[in-house]
Nanobody, 116 residues
């Protein structure tokens, strides 16, 4: 089992920045990829950014150049630095971990609200 706890959400004005953090615990040896997803009201959950255990990253087109995902394998943490935030970035953000067998683990989510 893997437990994920997010922190760092909040209210910010458009153009501002926030940093989300996710602390992972449990059977982390089984985890390859970690990621951030988000879900806005009335919309499906979408992948925002992902990072492998080797540090390779990928981003949704909508956040490229604005968001940066990073990972500290020694501390079992993953972070999402969000800059130049837009109103449409408003959503609940979820930390995600994926094991080699395709099992997903989810955090409880943290609200990010961007005021226009």
């Amino acid at each position: 089992q893997v437990q994920l706890v997010e922190s760092g959400g909040g209210l910010v004005q458009a153009g501002g920045s926030l940093r989300l953090s996710c602390a992972a615990s449990g059977s982390m040896f089984s985890i390859n990829n970690m990621a951030w997803y988000r879900q806005a009201p009335g919309k499906q959950r979408e992948l925002v950014a992902a990072i492998t255990s080797a540090g390779s990253t990928s981003y949704a087109d909508s956040v490229k150049g604005r968001f940066t995902i990073s990972r500290d394998n020694a501390k079992n943490t993953v972070s999402l630095q969000m800059n130049s935030l837009k109103y449409e970035d408003t959503a609940v953000y979820y930390c995600n971990a994926l094991n080699p067998f395709g099992r997903h683990y989810w955090g409880q989510g943290t609200q990010v609200t961007v005021s226009s």
